[in-house]
């Protein structure tokens, strides 16, 4: 599996877990939970075909990709959120705002983690099977702490 799937699949959950975590406290509608896989292909779908372009050189062509990126992960989020719970779409919409800031924070923090490890010279891969107390096991829980 190519390093660029793997980030795509990785920031997609992100958004999805992210989305899930704003409906499970609300009232969900009936069939919440195949509401809520189905949309899962869909958004990993645009996070393959729009997360690679938004890595532009030229700063008009990175503005206009990462504008069309955010509307289209704005709208597609707003719709899963509206379909999984009972909810008017101002409100659906106002959750989609706030699961995409924090897939994005939490995406950005585990780049850092990355970045981190891979300056002190091992790289993240091998840190992360020393174990359940190893590394590995305080990067998810600050991951599921955060989201």
Same mark, same amino acid.
């Not at 690679?52 to 990126?69: D, G, K, V």
């Not at 790289?123 to 998810?140: D, L, Q, T, V, Y």
């Given at each position: 599996m190519s390093i660029v799937f793997h980030h795509v699949i990785f920031r997609a959950l992100l958004r999805w877990g992210a989305a899930l975590a704003f409906c *499970?406290?609300?009232?969900?509608? @009936?069939? $919440?939970? *195949?509401? &809520? *896989?189905?949309?899962?292909l869909p958004l990993m779908g645009l996070t393959y075909v729009l997360d690679? #372009? &938004?890595? #532009?050189?030229? !700063?008009?062509? *990175?503005?206009? #990709?990462? !504008? &069309?990126?955010y509307v289209s992960f704005f709208v597609l989020l707003g719709m899963m959120i509206y379909a999984c719970v009972e909810i008017d779409r101002k409100g659906a919409l106002y959750c989609a705002v706030w699961s995409l800031l924090t897939s994005q924070t939490a995406y950005e923090g585990w780049r850092l983690a990355e970045v981190f490890f891979e /300056?002190?010279?091992?790289? @993240?891969?091998?840190?992360? =099977?020393?174990? @359940? =107390?190893?590394? &590995?096991?305080? /990067?998810?829980? !600050? !991951? $599921?702490?955060h989201l």
């Open positions: *499970l406290p609300l009232k969900h509608r @009936p069939g $919440f939970r *195949l509401r &809520a *896989l189905g949309m899962l690679p #372009s &938004a890595q #532009s050189t030229n !700063l008009h062509e *990175l503005q206009f #990709s990462l !504008l &069309a990126l /300056r002190r010279g091992t790289p @993240p891969r091998h840190r992360w =099977a020393s174990g @359940p =107390a190893g590394p &590995a096991h305080h /990067r998810c829980g !600050l !991951l $599921f702490c």
